[in-house]
């Protein structure tokens, strides 16, 4: 999955949620397990993937390496565990009106280093993230920012220094409210000066200002693990209640289910397709279960052969409706997964499952022969269809699942396309080397419709992996993202889904339940809303 962080500005958790999630209990480890204190010296093994990238804020836009990131770093605000913003290194974040800001950051605050919290320390980050030569995956995020380029390095001019702890943010479109809350994304994490003058050093060592700091130089094992240490000098609302975090960098998903049923590990977010039908039952009070913000997809490259034009069209909606996705969820991940039927998740304000066009979603395998027929008329198929997967997660037996109904329903050779690790995948798509589809999805930043939009589908967003392009439809996210009111909003969004729902850049699947579990003698584990433990609150011992 990848992470991305642009929201729509006071919107909240909807409390239907859970209940549009039907089949999936609400079992969550912060409510299992008694509040307790626990060894405030103990060290958290935590699973985790190897990161895609060096460590850098400006530069990490997938999970793996944003949880770490997270834990390392303090922005000017975090989201708490129902998503609402909180502030951090900020005394305050003011809209002054629909297209500028003032920041006032707290005095007293550091990086492990010692070096000061100060203004300078987030407008040097952002204008290092926001140059175009540096090719940041987040540069897209600093586009609201008067004086953004995406073609030529240019200052962001928009950032205002008043005093070493204020300075103002001018934007060149009118979403202040909305820009103020997407301030505790990574992307807008602040940066020491040691960093900006060696990035390519701190990238593997970075040194941060949150509750947590790598245990010592050369923490990250690459491909083994890496180690956290409390930091004492963080003095933010993500106390640490523990020693440290190791996180574990895991082959499988089976590997890290098997070390938490031996204690070898001591919390892990996913769960894999052979345990589905018993976790609950084999970890009892220690399984979680419960509705994430997290949409799943597999996406199809926009240049690749027989997918373009007209015929790229039909055979888009042939494959989608050649998928039984009801079939999937039940017997492959035992009701964790509801069938898809928009881009974005049931609790998010705003979504729908009565979209117009939302039919191509619906398996129908009559159809959708017949619409491959029509394919064919226009370019006989030939070859194969795969899809990529990275083996070190739950996906072999869905993508296994998905390529049986393709070849059943629609005569054609489909399979699976393992890559070893996330990483390996990651690297391929970024490249625009893969030529074939590959598995997609959304664990979303921030609880809005237009982070599911935006960041994945926006002409030359950070994380439009098959380079998507429709002008109508970035006119009309970036009007829901202008509108003051909700309802407003949510239409504009509901309109810009409709033309991807014709254009089906990405084939919807389902949405999904986080699923993990915590080992014997571990408390206070809790999950937030968009499916990622908070480290910080988990105790043992």
């Known amino acids: 999955m990848k992470r991305n962080k642009i929201a729509l500005a006071g919107v ?29 010296k103990a060290i958290i093994k935590v699973s985790g993937n190897e990161p895609e990238n060096p460590l850098i804020p400006t530069n990490t836009n997938e999970v793996g390496g944003g949880k770490i990131l997270d834990s390392i770093f303090a922005g000017l605000a975090y989201y708490d565990a129902k998503g609402k913003l909180v502030n951090d290194m900020a005394e305050s974040i003011k809209v002054d009106d629909p297209s500028d800001l003032t920041i006032k950051v707290k005095q007293g605050n550091t990086f492990s280093n010692g070096e000061k919290v100060t203004a300078d320390s987030f407008i040097n980050a952002w204008q290092y993230g926001a140059k175009f030569s540096n090719k940041q995956l987040n540069q897209s995020w600093f586009s609201d920012i008067e004086g953004f380029s995406d073609s030529a390095d240019s200052e962001l001019t928009g950032l205002k220094k008043t005093d070493d702890y204020t300075f103002t943010i001018k934007l060149s479109s009118p979403v202040a409210a909305d820009f103020s809350q997407r301030l ?22 970075p040194i941060g200002n949150g509750p947590y700091k790598l245990a010592k130089t050369g923490a990250w094992q690459h491909k083994v693990q890496l180690d956290l240490v409390k930091n004492d000098t963080y003095k933010g609302g993500r106390q640490a209640k523990n020693g440290g975090l190791t996180f574990i960098f895991y082959a499988s998903a089976d590997a890290e289910y098997a070390d938490l049923q031996s204690n070898k590990v001591d919390v892990i977010d996913q769960i894999p397709s052979s ?44 494959i989608s409706m050649a998928i039984d996705r009801a079939a999937i969820t039940k017997t492959i991940f035992n009701n964790t997964r509801t069938p898809a039927s928009d881009f974005t998740s049931p609790v998010i304000a705003g979504w729908s499952d009565s979209l117009k066009g939302a039919d191509v979603l619906k398996f129908d395998a009559k159809k959708a022969k017949e619409l491959w027929a029509e394919a064919d008329k226009i370019s006989p198929w030939s070859g194969k269809f795969q899809i990529a997967y990275n083996s070190d997660s739950a996906h072999q037996a869905w993508v296994d699942a998905v390529s049986n109904q393709l070849k059943n329903n629609l005569g054609i050779d489909a399979s699976g396309n393992p890559y070893v690790d996330f990483a390996s995948l990651r690297k391929d798509v970024n490249a625009r080397s893969i030529k074939t589809a590959f598995r997609t999805g959304w664990q979303a930043d921030y609880p ?16 439009n992996d098959t380079d998507y392009s429709n002008p109508d439809f970035d006119k009309l996210v970036a009007k829901g993202a202008s509108e003051s009111d909700q309802s407003a909003a949510t239409k504009d969004y509901q309109q810009a889904q409709e033309l991807l729902l014709k254009d089906l850049p990405a084939i919807p699947l ?28 988990i105790t043992k011992g």
């Open 184 to 205: 505790g994304y990574s992307a807008y994490y602040p940066l020491p000066e040691a960093g900006l003058k060696d990035m390519g050093t701190f990238g593997e060592n």
């Open 510 to 537: 389902w949405y999904s339940n986080v699923n993990g579990g915590f080992a014997k003698g571990v408390n206070n584990v809790q999950f937030g809303w968009n499916s990622v433990p908070l480290y910080y609150e």
């Open 275 to 318: 345990a589905q039908q018993t976790f609950e039952s084999d970890l009892g009070d220690r399984a979680v279960n419960q509705p994430a913000a997290i949409f799943q997809s597999f996406s199809i490259p926009g240049n690749l052969e027989h997918f373009t034009g007209d015929e790229g069209k039909l055979r888009r909606e042939a």
């Open 12 to 40: 909240g958790l909807l409390a239907v949620g859970a209940l549009a999630l039907a089949g999936c209990s609400s079992k969550t480890g912060g409510d299992a397990t008694p509040t307790t204190g626990g060894d405030s």
């Open 448 to 463: 809005a419709q237009y982070n599911f939009l935006q960041p994945l589908y926006s002409t030359k967003a950070s994380s």
